[in-house]
């Protein structure tokens, strides 16, 4: 058990009866300057964490987005367990965009880094804990006998010595007139009834039934239909065009240049898209507009030769390297990657003069809101920010300049009455917002026995932090911590290691995408500790295993992912085994890959294993299914993702070009939870850096083609077979 106190501009209960029943908010400050101003219960009633109806009912409010990561599960369960609820009469709901629903960390509100769960999970317990002692207090004064004689089982309120029962809802009403506690106890672990348990999603019925709402099936009263024909090229912009035969397209409503092109708004979508392709457009091209992928790889490996901002030095580097009995050194590069959600981007808006409405699948909301209100003239409040289900975020639906938020509000004031604008899977593609290309250089040194004495890790990758309200980070640090996020934390006892960092400033637009800089940097490490350990004549796994020891939660799943996946027995005959570990977002994963490649270079994954320390468990089938889901996406990245570019312009535009992973290529996946009382840490993201780096060092075991370059491609197979 655990006592929690309560202060007052901490924890805010609105405990008065709305048509009957308990309602319970909860405010806790962001550390450091406070988000907001506390509320008064009046205020803050609508935004309510928890209600409890006087027939029992338990509506709990999810101030997370639920993109199949499945919030709308574990957020209710957190506040259901403290509250000892019946489950069965518990359902959620999506809040508003309010400060009550600020992130605890972020203060703002959003559902990013792999914090869903982190975030919430005192505060949360807390608001159902403290709505348990309401509900209890209150039962004790109906029955005239002292709270020390009463406890609750899921759903009512038991007399110990008597028997008596009440249920919650018929406590309600009195429950909102007790004093908010002071303090309250909760649950020990060992008491848990819900968290731990693989409890039925609540989104899977409406998602199965095809009846979940997510943004592209908002309908509204008079509703339009646009799309944006944008720059072909970033960094462009409209130079002037003709709508003349647009115009004469049945359907079309308006055409309008807007900040970030020209909107062709229609009564449907087709008709929108063909009066779209009827456009003839003058762009101007920008700044860059011969910016092409091969001339940003040559740019950045000739940075990569010249010292960049360090970030972490130990030791002697340069020493350890002239002294070694052996050095090694290798290049690295990944691509830019689309986030490529399922759904593409959406967002509808209802624009009035003193008013906004506003419906989209938004990880962002208060900052798509506060961006939306800019845009339209409006002071926040005048906004109504409705977040639906999202079709995939991977980071993309947080995005920090809100561009198609900010954009469909454009496209309304153009349009004077409520319309959807909708990006196709073309735009989507060729829109931007990329997780960054990136270049590593690397250089090791071995003693006589094999071991690493040194290390220098350079890294050459656009910043996701410069130009955005986050770039204060980088001022206080001097760098952008993302960029090289699980390269400055290197967990291997190395004892003379460099990490340093260039930013080039380019015109694509580059953001957070799935694991944010442990997409390239888990990669890079575990292929290159892989290296070293061949160099050295010993075995990969062994190899870790002896650089871990200050390490346990890191061995630890190494460890088990290597008895999972029968390390020390020979796999099939023409399969090589490969495997990498790594920490993000709190959370500890190893992985390892049985693969097979043919004489075309293509590579066959067979089967992958992965052990995950995450902390204590909320819902073990989510957790599960997150590992999963990251595995497949960083597969379709390692197999097949990249965004090239040539004469300023996206060579790809739809999954023919930027392909992901199928259900026929996707392997059998083992997924085991390592048992543990930490807290929470990240699970929507941890799952996807140590993929590609496992399949990587398969590839190599099989076919001695070390691949340093991702996507691995047949033809990057073969060229590394060649080379030898």
Known sequence: MRDIELRRREFLLASAAVGGGLVLGFYIPFTGAPIAAAVEPPELQPNAWLKIDED??????????????????????????????????????????????????????????????????????????????????????????????????????????????????????????????????????????????????????????????????????GLLVAVVARPPVFGGKVKSFKADQAKKISGVKTVAEIPSGVAVIAADFYSAQLGREAL????????????????????????????????RQDGDLESALKQAAQTLAAEYEVPYLAHAPMEPLNCTVELGTNACEIWTGSQFQTVDRDAAARAAGLKPERVTFNTTFLGGGFGRRANPASDFVVEAVHVAKAAKAPVKTIWTREDDIRGGWYRPLWYSRLDGGLDAAGRPVAWRHRIVGQSIMRGTPFEASIAATGFDGTSVEGAMDLPYTIPNLVVDLHSPVHTVPVQWWRSVGHSHTGFVVESFIDELAHAAGQDPYLYRQGLLTKHPRHLGVLERVAAMAGWQQPPAKGRGRGLAVHKSFGSYVAQAAEVSVDDKGRITVHRVFCAVDCGRVVNPDTIAAQMESGIIFGLSAALFGAITLKDGRVQQDNFDGYPVVRIDDSPPIEVQIIESSEKPSGVGEPGVPPVAAAVGNAVFAATGARLRQLPMTSERVLAALQKG
Request: net charge neutral.
């Open 56 to 221: 029992g009912r338990v509506t709990i409010t999810v101030a997370k987005s639920e993109m199949g990561q499945g919030v709308w599960t574990s957020m209710p369960m957190l506040i259901a367990e403290d509250l000892d609820a019946d489950w069965s009469l518990v359902r959620p709901q999506q809040s508003a965009v309010a400060p009550v629903y600020n992130h605890t960390v972020y203060g703002t509100m959003v559902t990013g880094g792999s914090t869903s769960v982190s975030s919430s999970w005192e505060q949360l317990r807390t608001v159902g804990a403290a709505a348990r002692q309401m509900l209890i207090a209150a039962a004790a004064r109906a029955w005239e006998v002292p709270v020390s004689e009463c406890r609750t089982e899921p759903g009512v309120v038991v007399h110990q010595a008597s028997g008596r029962k009440l249920g919650y809802g018929k406590l309600s009403t009195a429950a909102a007139r007790e004093p908010v506690p002071a303090a309250v106890t909760l649950k020990d672990p060992k008491d848990f009834r819900l968290i731990g348990q693989s409890l039925a999603r609540f989104d899977s019925p409406a998602k199965i039934r095809g009846t979940a709402i997510f943004g592209i099936d908002v309908q509204r009263p």
């Open 280 to 311: 003839s457009i003058e762009w101007d091209l920008g700044p860059e507009p011969q910016l092409s992928s091969a001339g940003l790889q040559q740019e950045y490996r000739e940075l990569g030769r010249q010292a960049g901002t360090v970030v």
